[in-house]
């Protein structure tokens, strides 16, 4: 029940807000059609040439009117909030950072291991010299 439901909301909605919708007056395009082959011999290829790119007009305007794909329609599209709450279920992380903390004691001393050290600056100072 659900499912045909569902589906006939579907049809309901596509045919009134998109132009599929137009597909519904293919029955008057048959119609208009039988009535121009009554008054004249005239072919389907000219009978849409006539309607739907020359634009002649031949009396019968309001009937042109109604054929499908005639008139240019705004559709528009609305949006449904609903207040219902649905929690998803969400996937715990797979990957996690590690922090790893090494104590001053485990990590090698730079200024120990290194083969170059800084200059070493050495100087006196003379009793002598005044350092006013």
């Not at 009535?35 to 000219?46: D, G, L, M, P, Y």
């Not at 008139?71 to 909030?81: L, P, V």
């Not at 050495?122 to 009793?127: A, G, P």
Request: hydrophobic share 40%; net charge negative; aromatic share 12%.
């Amino acid at each position: 029940m659900k499912y045909s439901l569902a589906i006939f909301l579907f049809v309901i909605m596509v045919s009134t807000q998109t132009p599929l919708g137009q597909l519904l007056k293919l029955p008057i395009l048959i119609e208009h059609y039988l009535q121009h082959e009554r008054r004249k011999e005239i072919s389907v290829i000219a009978f849409l040439v006539e309607h739907y790119i020359t634009e002649q007009n031949d009396g019968d305007f309001p009937e042109d009117q109604q054929l499908p794909f005639k008139q240019n329609t705004i559709f528009n599209i609305c949006y449904a909030h609903s207040h219902f709450f649905y929690p998803l279920q969400t996937a715990p992380a797979l990957i996690k950072e590690k922090q790893f903390v090494f104590s001053d004691t485990n990590s090698k001393q730079q200024h120990l291991s290194g083969i170059f050290h800084p200059p070493r600056i050495s100087f006196t100072i003379n009793s002598s010299q005044n350092l006013d």
